[in-house]
Nanobody
Framework: QVQLVESGGDLAQPGGPLRLSCAASGFTFSLYGMSWARQAPGKGLEWVLG????????YYADSVKGRFTISRDNAKNAVYLQMNSLKTGNTALYYC??????????????WGEGTQVTVSS
């Protein structure tokens, strides 16, 4: 079955860390770029960061540079989002997305159902 399943969402403290995971199945994971996007309450969908299919080319939205890191393990068909120095404004439903090509930024053709991150004291 072709799918993406996110996990790791939780209630986190401001300033604290949280790591999200996304498990991919049903397609050749190593051939596609992968991204994370989020939707905060009352706001539209926002692309956050992406990673090329191989190598270490990563791209970040300005709002998360220096605090969030994306990585992937092609052997495990998984992509990760490490979030540090969390802010209350990072509260959102976080989605994993499969890019259409080996790169990122050219559209997505598969989405997970999302995992909720709530940052609050």
């Amino acid at each position: 079955q072709v799918q993406l399943v996110e996990s790791g969402g939780d209630l986190a403290q401001p300033g604290g860390p949280l790591r999200l995971s996304c498990a991919a199945s049903g397609f050749t994971f190593s051939l596609y770029g992968m991204s994370w996007a989020r939707q905060a309450p009352g706001k539209g969908l926002e692309w956050v960061l992406g990673i090329y299919s191989v190598g270490s080319d990563t791209y970040y939205a300005d709002s998360v540079k220096g605090r969030f890191t994306i990585s992937r393990d092609n052997a495990k068909n998984a992509v990760y989002l490490q979030m540090n120095s969390l802010k209350t404004g990072n509260t959102a439903l976080y989605y994993c997305a499969k890019d259409r090509r080996i790169t990122v930024g050219e559209g997505f053709d598969l989405w997970g159902e999302g995992t909720q991150v709530t940052v609050s004291s």
